[in-house]
Nanobody, 123 residues
Framework: QVQLVESGGGLVQAGGSLRVSCAASGHHFSSYAVGWFRQAPGKEREFVAAISWNGGNTYYEDSVKGRFTISRDNAKNTVYLQMNSLKPEDTAVYYC????????????????WGQGTQVTISS
């Protein structure tokens, strides 16, 4: 089993930055691709970014491209999402998932999930 815990969320003014982290415990974390998803009240969970098992490939939803950066440090069993130039529409609970399925942008492709961290952007 793999357990994931998100951290780093908070309240930030529009235009500011946050880095959220996804810390993993258990075996074989480095063998999994990791995706970040977010869910706002009344909306479905949507894809934000993903990274391959070795960090060689990254993927971003168009609305965050150029503002967000996903990275991973397998030695620390941690995946990061650096969020810059934040907008009110980025407000959501941010979840990380680990898995090996496809497509990368689909929540059902991920087997393990954290409980999420709240990110709130004020205007």
């Amino acid at each position: 089993q793999v357990q994931l815990v998100e951290s780093g969320g908070g309240l930030v003014q529009a235009g500011g930055s946050l880095r959220v982290s996804c810390a993993a415990s258990g075996h074989h974390f480095s063998s999994y691709a990791v995706g970040w998803f977010r869910q706002a009240p009344g909306k479905e969970r949507e894809f934000v970014a993903a990274i391959s098992w070795n960090g060689g490939n990254t993927y971003y939803e168009d609305s965050v491209k150029g503002r967000f950066t996903i990275s991973r440090d397998n030695a620390k069993n941690t995946v990061y999402l650096q969020m810059n130039s934040l907008k009110p529409e980025d407000t959501a609970v941010y979840y990380c998932g680990a898995g090996g399925g496809t497509p990368y942008y689909r929540p059902m492709s991920y087997v393990y999930w954290g409980q999420g961290t709240q990110v709130t952007i004020s205007s």
